[in-house]
């Protein structure tokens, strides 16, 4: 697994986790929003009047309401993005990552409106009378330019359809499932593999059930999920009144500095923080990714540019409100640099050959320079000794990027964990599975991800019932997303091979679910976080390619909309 993880990691090195990527994906929101004259602040109160169908017809061609769109888009969006991928933002670039959050959810919600306005613009009806659309149509069916030549771009929608099957699995598949069954086991100690097979079972009765069963689950779903999260939230915060200003401040005091050592965490760069906090805004809002077009593309209208006011909304809702919680919630409470008992993924230990104490500055730079700057460092190699559990060699146990302490080795015997004795093998800082006798390591560090989150929530007034809220948010959240993200993998599916071949992708789906619920979260993030480079940037590519048409197609819809309601109130 360690191996693995290391060749992801430097695939993801060169797209997603990359700063040209980063730069991209903030460029094409940055240049839109000017292009087009700040559209999600002049548009935005439209925008919420357009989605309670003050405007729609009678007639409209679609499977689902600007509301049903809406909802099954956020519950695509809204998921382990919200809850685990805040925490994992500033467990790795501290509080100024949920800053660059917010920067590319604001510059998304141009980026959305773009993307769902020329993808609705070229939507078509399949064999089974269904309306499938995305970025895939409007490359196919779009007139490009190079020069004075006009052109087609089919085969660009033919590597966006397969980067969206890819992703289907990296971004609504996997991680939601690995942070659910993570935090059921931290809740109620059920084992991960129990989780997905029971959650593998329903994903397949509800999938095969198409669109309009989708929307119906996912319009009644996201509401009330969100409802529940939020309340939840409020809790905690309010709970530590005393930390909200400071957790503010925070967030910006350090956006061009880079955050400093406090407690276990051992401090970020700007480079840092900026890189995860814009990657795991993208993974919470999807914003150029593509993904949120194909929903929307069912909605009922008789022209493009209404539904693209209505995807507007979603990286408002998804990031700027419920991520921010997420983030308060982890600053005012003090989880985000507090080590916590749990057990060690071994993707995420590196055994260091030497030993260093955290409360020594020299060591703390030296630690710095090594997990941020990506300095050399002496890593152990060799027979690891272990004696009652306690590891008795002169080296330092690194776990989710902090130094871990109480460290205890245990082995399973009569279906028990006890401490063990004997030798570990250990190569250049990585424990050598299946070299030896399965062992696991356990301790105090940092935690990220779902698990941290489900430790912030406990520190307000509901106590230990305050995980409950993440459990359960987090089960409704991720399901949801699971769910929507199939659909997306169905059509691209379509697209690509016909809709004979649907059945075979959403077996695969749900196979992947089940196995994905005991597979290291380190490897699901990076696997994500390829996945969804790949989708992105032939969208990017495409909307910006077709920047002259999406202004003159904003331009004939206010004409239009003007003779349509004549009373109506347009913004200036």
């Known amino acids: 697994m360690q191996e693995l993880n290391d060749v992801l990691s430097l695939i993801d090195g060169y797209i997603g986790g990359s700063t040209w ?7 094409i929101g940055a240049f839109f929003t000017i292009y087009l004259g700040f559209p999600q602040i002049r548009y935005f109160r439209h925008a919420l009047r357009v989605v309670t169908g003050k405007f729609d017809r009678k007639g409209d061609e679609g ?6 769109a809406l909802a099954t888009a956020l519950s695509g969006t809204v998921g382990t993005g919200n809850i685990g991928g805040v925490a994992l ?12 959050m917010l920067v590319t959810a604001f510059l998304g919600m141009t980026t959305k409106f773009v ?10 009806t399949d064999n089974k009378g269904l309306i499938a659309g995305g970025p895939m149509y409007y490359m196919k069916n779009a007139t490009f330019k190079i020069g004075n030549k006009p052109v087609k771009l089919a085969w660009l929608g033919a590597v966006f359809a397969f980067a969206t099957i890819l992703s289907s699995f990296g971004t609504g598949n996997l991680p939601q499932i690995n942070n659910i069954a993570d935090s059921v086991y931290s809740s109620f100690q059920i084992e991960r593999w129990q989780t997905g097979l029971v959650l593998a079972v329903i994903l397949a009765l509800v999938i095969l059930g198409g669109i309009k069963r989708i929307v119906k689950v996912t319009e ?28 503010f401040i925070s967030i910006f005091s350090d956006v061009f500095s880079g955050t400093a050592a406090a407690g276990g965490f051992l401090g970020a760069n700007l480079a840092f923080a900026f890189n995860r906090g814009v990657n795991r805004g993208l993974f919470s809002n999807e914003a150029g990714q593509g993904s949120a077009p194909i929903a929307h593309a069912a909605a009922k209208a008789h022209e493009p540019v209404s539904e693209g006011m209505v995807a507007i909304l979603e990286p408002f809702i998804d990031t700027i409100i419920i991520c921010t919680l997420t983030g308060l919630v982890l600053l005012s409470s003090g989880a985000w640099n507090e080590k916590y008992q749990n057990i060690f993924d071994y993707t995420d230990v590196d055994i260091l050959g030497a030993s260093f104490d955290e409360n020594n500055e020299a060591d703390r730079q030296r630690l710095y320079s090594y997990l941020v700057e990506g300095a050399d460092m002496k890593m152990f190699t060799g027979e690891l000794t272990i004696t009652d559990g306690k590891i008795t060699d002169e080296v330092t146990v690194v776990n989710n990027r902090s130094i871990a302490e109480e460290v205890i080795v245990n082995i399973s015997q009569n279906g028990e964990w006890v401490p063990y004795t004997g030798t570990v093998e ?9 070299s030896g006798p399965s062992v696991r390591f356990e301790g105090k560090s940092l935690v990220h991800s779902a698990q941290l989150t489900t430790f912030a929530f406990k520190k307000s007034f509901l106590g230990e019932n305050g995980k409950l809220i993440v459990t359960i948010g987090l089960l409704l959240f991720a399901f949801s997303t699971a769910i929507s993200w199939s659909y997306y993998g169905d059509r691209a599916t379509t697209y690509l091979f016909g809709t004979q071949y649907i059945i075979f992708y959403r077996i695969l789906y749900v196979i992947g679910f089940f196995l994905a619920s005991f597979t290291p979260t380190t490897i699901i993030w990076t696997l994500s976080g390829i996945t969804i480079a790949l989708m ?6 495409g909307i910006f390619w077709l920047r002259g048409e999406m202004k003159e197609t904003v331009r004939q819809y206010w004409i239009d909309f003007k003779n349509d309601w004549p009373d109506a109130k347009t913004p200036r």
Do not use: C
């Not at 499977?63 to 049903?68: G, L, M, T």
């Not at 009644?220 to 957790?247: D, H, Q, R």
């Open 21 to 27: 990527f980063v730069f991209l994906l903030l460029f």
């Open 63 to 68: 499977d689902a309401s600007h509301f049903q």
């Open 89 to 100: 933002a500033i467990h790795l670039g501290g509080p100024a990552a949920l800053f660059w």
């Open 115 to 124: 993307e769902v306005t020329l993808s609705h613009k070229y939507r078509e």
């Open 220 to 247: 009644k779903l996201v509401p009330g999920m969100a409802i529940l999260y939020f309340l939840g939230a409020l809790a905690v915060i309010f709970t530590n009144f005393e930390n909200i200003l400071p957790s």
């Open 426 to 434: 250990v190569t250049n800082g990585d424990v050598v599975v299946g």
């Open 536 to 541: 992105t940037i032939p969208n990017l590519i």
